[in-house]
């Protein structure tokens, strides 16, 4: 496919011909655990590398490597590799990355399961993990040392919207020898491209906006050949065996189809609802990188194209107005994960990042009050009057408390 095509077409196209496949639409799903040779010699020799005869599903199927070649070029980058979960993504590099011994920075916020991996697995295998607040990169320059291997960031950081700048980062990690991963869930390709900006590896869940349907589990990682070969063979065959069905495979390709559509909608509903929710009398302070008084309003521009679909914010009451709003909510729906057709709301600190202790929560900037907002693609006016009810109703049980207490 040309060069010139755009980021749009090429989510529906790339690396796909229906011609060679009888014209179908869409490409077929390989239900299939293995692959026959037509001799020993072929089998010996696709074990060796020698030929491009596939093998068995846990190295990849021919479905499986149209996804990975379009990812690939989604991000800009080489390889992709996809796998069962986010998690298998991410535990895939680091097994085939990472030694006892060796050293990994990581942003103060990350994904209450990257978290628990990096604390309570890795550190258990004799890897230092240094947790940095990477939104400021002279901070990095204070704690490298040659012994890291690796600098990870997720950007915007789950759940409270930090955004790390990518291409500043990148240069620091260039000069030492680092590889800088960026978990790129939260923005898609479509919104940010990490390796474009000097990223070395990406990780996604691709179970949030790829699949965007939340009817799937899966992950993806994204980096240049050598490195996605290693963690094919290794960090994933060896490791972790966290292989992705056909079928989720088949979903993910649906997925990207109509992400391009999907992610404007998300985007224009997010700043609708963010607009409201910081305007409203009851909100202490709302996270949203679209906000103009972000104090990351500026580098988001820079970096994403649009600035996403999740909303972090507080209420004045903290956790415990925060719990009764929830549970005054009608449409939106009260359920972890993220960036799916319905708007969906979560209390990170009692649930995506309940791996975090009261004082770890503290420390790595996650204020237990803090709600996490996945705005959806209904119509925006009903996503803001459901807010608004559930706000209301709180707002006239504290006038009535008020009240009483006065009389
Ligand atoms: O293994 P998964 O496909 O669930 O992906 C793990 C993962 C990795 N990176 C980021 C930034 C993620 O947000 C996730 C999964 N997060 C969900 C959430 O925060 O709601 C998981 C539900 S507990």
């Given at each position: 496919m040309k060069k010139e095509v755009k980021f749009e077409t090429r989510a529906i196209h790339y690396g796909y011909d229906p011609k060679q496949f009888h014209g179908?639409?869409?490409?077929?799903?390989?239900?299939?655990?293995?692959?026959?040779?037509?001799?020993?010699?072929?089998?010996?020799?696709?074990?060796?590398?020698?030929?491009?005869?596939?093998?068995?599903?846990?190295?990849?199927?021919?479905?499986?490597?149209?996804?990975?070649?379009?990812?690939?070029?989604?991000?800009?980058?080489?390889?992709?590799?996809?796998?069962?979960?986010?998690?298998?993504?991410?535990?895939?590099?680091?097994?085939?990355?990472?030694?006892?011994?060796?050293?990994?920075?990581?942003?103060?916020?990350?994904?209450?399961?990257?978290?628990?991996?990096?604390e309570h697995g890795l550190k258990k295998f004799g890897v230092n993990v240094v947790y940095c607040d990477l939104t400021n990169p002279e901070n990095l320059l204070s704690v490298l040392s040659e012994k890291t291997k690796i600098v990870y960031a997720e950007s915007p950081a789950n759940p409270n919207m930090r955004i790390i700048d990518i291409r500043a980062l990148a240069i620091i990690c260039r000069n030492y020898e680092t590889k800088l991963m960026i978990d790129n869930t939260y923005c898609?390709?479509?919104?940010?491209?990490?390796?474009?900006?000097?990223?070395?590896?990406?990780?996604?869940?691709?179970?949030?906006?790829?699949?965007?349907?939340?009817?799937?589990?899966?992950?993806?990682?994204?980096?240049?050949?050598?490195?996605?070969?290693?963690?094919?063979?290794?960090?994933?065959?060896?490791?972790?065996?966290?292989?992705?069905?056909?079928?989720?495979?088949?979903?993910?390709?649906?997925?990207?189809?109509?992400?391009?559509?999907r992610m404007d909608r998300h985007c224009s509903?997010?700043?609708?609802?963010?607009?409201?929710?910081?305007?409203?009398?009851?909100?202490?302070?709302?996270?949203?990188?679209?906000?103009?008084?972000?104090?990351?309003?500026?580098l988001a521009a820079r970096q994403m194209s649009q600035p996403g679909g999740m909303i972090a914010f507080e209420l004045k009451g903290g956790k415990k107005e925060g719990e009764k709003f929830v549970n005054q909510l009608k449409l939106i729906?009260?359920?972890?994960?993220?960036?799916?057709?319905?708007?969906?709301?979560?209390?990170?600190?009692?649930?995506?990042?309940?791996?975090?202790?009261?004082?770890?929560?503290?420390?790595?900037?996650?204020?237990?009050?803090?709600?996490r907002l996945s705005v959806g693609l209904e119509d925006v006016e009903d996503i803001v009057a459901d807010l608004d009810q559930a706000l209301e109703k709180l707002s006239n049980k504290l006038v009535m408390i008020k009240n009483c207490a006065a009389q």
């Open positions: 179908a639409l869409n490409p077929p799903i390989y239900m299939t655990s293995t692959f026959a040779f037509e001799s020993v010699q072929q089998g010996s020799q696709a074990f060796e590398g020698e030929n491009s005869h596939y093998i068995y599903s846990r190295l990849g199927t021919p479905t499986q490597a149209l996804l990975e070649q379009r990812m690939a070029n989604l991000e800009g980058a080489e390889a992709a590799l996809a796998t069962a979960s986010g998690m298998g993504a991410i535990t895939s590099t680091f097994w085939s990355l990472i030694a006892p011994g060796d050293e990994v920075i990581v942003d103060a916020t990350l994904y209450g399961c990257t978290f628990s991996f990096l898609t390709p479509y919104l940010q491209r990490p390796i474009e900006l000097g990223a070395d590896i990406v990780v996604h869940s691709a179970t949030k906006y790829l699949g965007g349907h939340g009817d799937l589990i899966a992950g993806l990682v994204v980096s240049d050949a050598a490195t996605i070969e290693q963690i094919r063979y290794f960090g994933l065959k060896d490791m972790t065996g966290s292989v992705i069905s056909a079928m989720d495979i088949a979903l993910i390709l649906r997925g990207l189809k109509t992400l391009h559509v509903n997010a700043i609708i609802v963010a607009k409201y929710l910081d305007s409203h009398h009851m909100v202490k302070v709302v996270h949203y990188p679209g906000l103009k008084k972000s104090p990351q309003f500026e729906l009260c359920a972890v994960s993220l960036g799916d057709t319905e708007t969906l709301i979560q209390h990170p600190a009692s649930m995506t990042h309940s791996t975090y202790t009261e004082e770890e929560l503290k420390e790595h900037l996650i204020e237990p009050g803090l709600l």
